[in-house]
């Protein structure tokens, strides 16, 4: 079984900056269908608990056409960090994969947008002007000269976001408005005011925004009164917020001003009570969920969240299907508890996430009677609630036979993802059972239908481990087989394919070009490096011509030319004949001191490191309850593979081996453990004092050779 680094090195044939990426962004897919624990990494287009709580709300909402999902090759980035179309990351699901209907902005005075965000008062300048001056326009009761002062005194407004006066109207400007008329118009005192009003929002004067919004709720002009009512309902919101957020921007709800929140509410519902269609009815809606928010009463934000999601198109809703997910997501699902929750679609979100394995206390905490209690709420939702009970049953339970019964085995002419995710359950409780004869059926019956995004690359992925865990490998290539998606196939190549199974790929007719290539670097690899020498000199013959420009960082493609190394003299001056020869030499002796040492600088020089400890391989997971990951079952390739450490060490201790075999040997073993004092070259790792046996033996017995000389400590 190869070692974690291994894989990653064999995995780095598919592309040539993989070795290279960023390690600070770094995301790479488990291949499973059986995702028991949160992996941001590796979501499915199925209902289960390890998906991201957002994916699976989203799956939800696409079945209740809220939402689409789009299938999207993985982008180069991607593709270096070894992913396919499924599984996908969550990054990329919310960038690309998902797609709902944007709603545009809805109009708000003093305030670009509220819809979802902060719902505060900053930045909002703009969102107000073009209302109050089209207002302003719109108002027969002002002469034209107190429409010009007004809409002049609203440009030069500029708010600014803390306890700093406003630029706004001044005194000066009424006196202006009088002409030979008379006075300025009560309606033009209003609109000052409401700057005023609005001046004192900005600067966090919020007993003198209140008071003047409020003076003008009795207003006879339509706009300023409606406006007023909707700011009074904003003002008292971010009174209340005023010390619910530490210096970083942290809420800290149990600081908020729970009066002024009582009274937010009031407002906000009063202004939808006489506006169910008003102007800013969108937003003050919207800014409900904030004042539950901060007032952390999570059965109020269940019910607004709730109403979002099935009224999509009436006129209070403020938020995309996309956004309104993201907004649940990090205000209600991360905290609420069932008990909370009384519409199917979350409630289903927080339970399949309260079903990721916790082992026996996860199963506890949210016991199958919990769930049971559940079903007067999935009245409507019967299939989703027989869905739940059976991953349950599967998941928290592990009693497949128990997951069979409560899963219908019909197949619908086309798939919701909640089909879907009921059926490859019920694939998977056939294979818990190891019935992976009927898994199979079912997984090619289900082929034809599978015509929604990712569906079919989904079932791809579940023939390939239903092969791979019933010994039947081969058939994934056999001609004509479903599983064509490259990487399903690389992965099975690399990892679990037998010799044979790779020299037929390697000469087949239907075996794309990459595929082959990919195989027979492969073969090559495990040839060398697992013992089998007579047939590395063999397979060898099968490098095509040009196998040398096949380098690491070229186009992708498998790196053949690693196999035409011809050996040189290493930096510390050992001199190694070719890979050819260094094979010649360990079959016909595999404890050969030369062999094993170029053999050793052969990996060493191309970063071929096999990790430490691979005395000890991984065992792999079975399939079943117990999670089956793609390439993790047992190898059929023989052999175990070679760590120049332990090289170094049947070097140092074989008898025949000559005195600079041994220095040289034991050098390189010191090395080993440079700089940190862990080991990097493989096989079993020693402490100190045998290594400092190592340094004191190369000093003493073969101190006169450059390498005694040039080593000076042992790690």
Request: net charge neutral; with cysteine.
């Amino acid at each position: 079984m190869f070692s974690k680094k291994l894989i990653l090195l064999l995995a780095a044939i598919l592309c040539s900056q993989c070795a290279w990426a960023s390690s600070d962004n770094y995301c790479s897919p488990t291949w499973t269908l059986t995702l028991r624990n949160y992996d941001r990494c590796s979501n499915l287009p199925l209902l289960t608990p390890g998906n991201d709580t957002r994916v699976n709300l989203k799956l939800l909402m696409a079945d209740g056409g809220l939402g689409t999902l789009r299938a999207k090759r993985p982008g180069k980035e991607d593709v270096e960090f070894g992913y396919g179309m499924v599984p996908f990351s969550v990054d990329t699901f919310e960038s690309s994969l998902f797609a709902s209907q944007s709603k545009a902005d809805s109009p708000e005075p003093e305030q670009n947008t509220v819809s979802y965000g902060a719902g505060d008062r900053c930045g909002s300048n703009e969102g107000g002007k073009e209302d109050f001056i089209e207002a302003v326009k719109q108002s027969k009761e002002l002469s034209a000269a107190e429409q010009q002062l007004l809409t002049a005194a609203r440009k030069q407004f500029t708010p600014v976001c803390g306890k700093v006066p406003a630029t706004a109207a001044t005194p000066a400007t009424e006196q202006e408005a009088g002409n030979e008329n008379g006075p300025p118009s009560a309606t033009y005192k209003q609109f000052m005011e409401y700057l005023a009003a609005a001046a004192a929002f900005y600067e966090e004067r919020y007993d003198a925004a209140s008071s003047g919004f409020g003076a003008l709720v009795g207003s006879d002009q339509p706009w300023l009164k409606e406006a007023a009512r909707y700011m009074a309902g904003r003002t008292e919101l971010n009174r209340a917020q005023l010390q619910a957020f530490d210096n970083y921007g942290y809420p800290q709800l149990d600081k908020a001003d729970k009066k002024a929140l009582l009274a937010a509410e009031a407002l906000f519902k009063g202004y939808l009570k006489e506006y169910p269609k008003g102007q800013y009815a969108a937003s003050a809606r919207g800014l409900l969920r904030r004042v539950y928010w901060l007032a952390n009463n999570q059965q109020k934000l269940a019910e607004e969240y709730a109403w979002q999601l099935h009224n999509q198109h009436a006129p209070q809703n403020n938020a995309s299907a996309h956004e309104l997910a993201q907004e649940a997501d990090n205000k209600l699902l991360v905290g609420a508890t069932p008990d909370q929750l009384q519409d199917p679609l979350l409630l289903a979100t927080v339970d399949l996430l309260l079903m990721r394995d916790n082992g026996a206390a996860g199963a506890k905490k949210f016991g199958f009677a919990d769930l049971k209690k559940q079903q007067p709420l999935f009245a409507k939702h019967k299939a989703l609630y027989e869905y739940l009970l059976a991953t349950h049953q599967l998941y928290l339970q592990k009693d497949a036979k128990a997951a069979l019964q409560s899963l219908p085995p019909g197949i619908p002419a086309k798939m919701t993802y909640l089909d879907f995710s009921r059926l490859v359950l019920r694939g998977q409780a056939l294979e818990a059972g190891n019935d992976y004869s009927a898994a199979r059926k079912l997984w090619l019956s289900l082929l034809p239908v599978a015509r929604q995004p990712f569906q079919n690359e989904t079932l791809q992925l579940a023939l390939a481990l239903n092969y791979e865990y019933s010994n039947q490998l081969a058939a994934v290539f056999a001609p004509g087989s479903p599983v064509t998606e490259p990487l399903i196939r690389s992965i099975l190549l690399r990892q679990d394919a037998s010799a044979e199974l790779l020299r037929q790929r390697i000469s087949a007719k239907d075996s794309p070009l990459q595929e082959r290539h990919i195989a027979l670097y492969t073969l090559l690899y495990k040839d060398l490096l697992q013992g089998r020498y007579q047939d590395y000199l063999k397979d060898h013959r099968l490098l095509p011509a040009d196998a040398a420009t096949y380098k690491r960082d070229s186009d992708s493609r498998p790196h053949l030319a690693l196999f035409t190394w011809s050996g040189k003299k290493s930096g510390d001056s050992y001199a190694c004949p070719s890979t050819v020869e260094i094979a010649q030499k360990l079959a016909q002796n595999p404890q050969d001191p030369h062999g094993l040492i170029c053999l050793g600088d052969f990996a060493n020089a191309n970063d071929l490191e096999s990790g430490p400890d691979t005395s000890r391989p991984a065992a792999p997971q079975p399939a079943g309850t117990r999670t089956a990951v793609l390439g993790a079952a047992p190898s059929q390739f023989p052999g175990s593979l070679f760590s120049r450490g332990e090289g170094y060490k049947t070097v140092v201790a074989d008898a025949n081996a000559t005195p600079d075999q041994k220095a040289y040997a034991l050098y390189r073993l010191i090395q080993c453990y440079a700089t940190s004092g862990y080991n990097h070259c493989g096989g079993k790792s020693v402490e100190l004092p045998e290594r400092k046996a190592w340094f004191r033996t190369l000093k003493s017995r073969y101190g006169k050779s450059a390498w005694a000389q040039a080593l000076k400590y042992y790690w």
